[in-house]
């Protein structure tokens, strides 16, 4: 059942690559919500990707955007005012990308350029972005931001690498200046640490396959598909949650709280 609690509401997604993101999977959801919507990417995601496809389904248009460029960000912000006839209700940041992981170098022996621009592309586009709509006022008051995090940040994950500390930024990022947005503008600004999630992104994780069964048999309530992360993200973005502000929520089916769970015990017992 869908609950048109986006109605009027009118925003921009990030990182819509294919079927399987979760940018994706919440085009769909504040789609079926009411909301209206711009979709953006890079350009060599456009490529790569069908966002072409999602837009043409959920009837929204498409701003091709580098979210590392401010005149990328400004041009996209303005667009997108004019094609929503207003300004914006949400946004969702849903950007991450290492060069490292990509590449196979372990965290014990990063190319520190390539470091560079995964943090970048992963954490300060955060900060970018935000600057962008904090000074074009473009946001309306109670208006909400996501981006996407990962538990990562807070716990040792070997094989996560270089992610880890984008993320971890990535969520500082988003308490300083929800500060500043919630304070000045009456925005909220929260991240959502999401279970691993098996996305054309995650597949160049070393091991995700069986660290995706561990965090099956950790979580209490199982992990979280994207699909539900996308309608998590939509209650984020309605007035359900208008004083939830500078969080970073877990979204795991509770394994961020299990030290070790009867399952994982009777395997290795």
């Not at 990417?41 to 959920?58: C, E, Q, Y």
């Not at 995706?212 to 048999?217: Q, T, V, W």
């Not at 089916?253 to 399952?263: I, K």
Request: hydrophobic residues 40%.
């Amino acid at each position: 059942m869908s609950y048109k609690i986006l109605e009027g509401k009118k925003g921009i997604i990030f990182g819509a690559l294919d079927e399987q993101s979760i940018a994706w999977k919440t085009a769909e959801s504040v789609s079926d919500a009411g909301g209206d919507f711009v979709l953006t990417n890079a350009p060599v995601a456009m490529r790569m990707g069908t966002i072409n496809d999602l837009a043409k389904k959920t009837g929204s248009k498409v701003i091709t955007a580098d979210a590392t460029k401010m005149e990328d960000l400004n041009h996209l912000i303005d667009k997108a005012q004019e094609i929503l006839e207003g300004k914006i209700d949400f946004v969702l940041h849903s950007i991450g990308m290492s060069v490292n992981v990509r590449k196979g170098k372990h965290y014990t022996n990063l190319n520190h350029d390539w470091m560079t621009k995964g943090w970048d592309v992963s954490a300060v586009s955060f900060h970018k972005l935000m600057q962008c709509l904090y000074q074009k006022n473009a946001m309306n008051e109670w208006g909400s931001i996501v981006a996407l995090s990962y538990v990562a940040a807070q716990r040792t994950f070997p094989n996560y690498n270089d992610m880890a500390d984008n993320k971890a930024y990535l969520e500082s990022i988003a308490r300083s200046f929800g500060y500043f947005f919630g304070k000045d503008k009456k925005v909220r600004v929260n991240t959502i640490s999401q279970s691993p999630t098996l996305t054309t992104a995650g597949k160049g994780v070393e091991g995700l396959d069986g660290f995706l069964k561990y965090a099956e048999k950790m979580s209490p309530l199982g992990n979280a598909t994207a699909k539900e992360c996308a309608d998590y993200t939509v209650s984020l973005f309605s007035d359900l949650t208008r004083k939830v502000t500078l969080q970073n929520l877990y979204h795991d089916g509770g394994f961020s709280n299990v030290g070790v769970s009867q399952d994982v015990i009777d395997f290795f017992t």
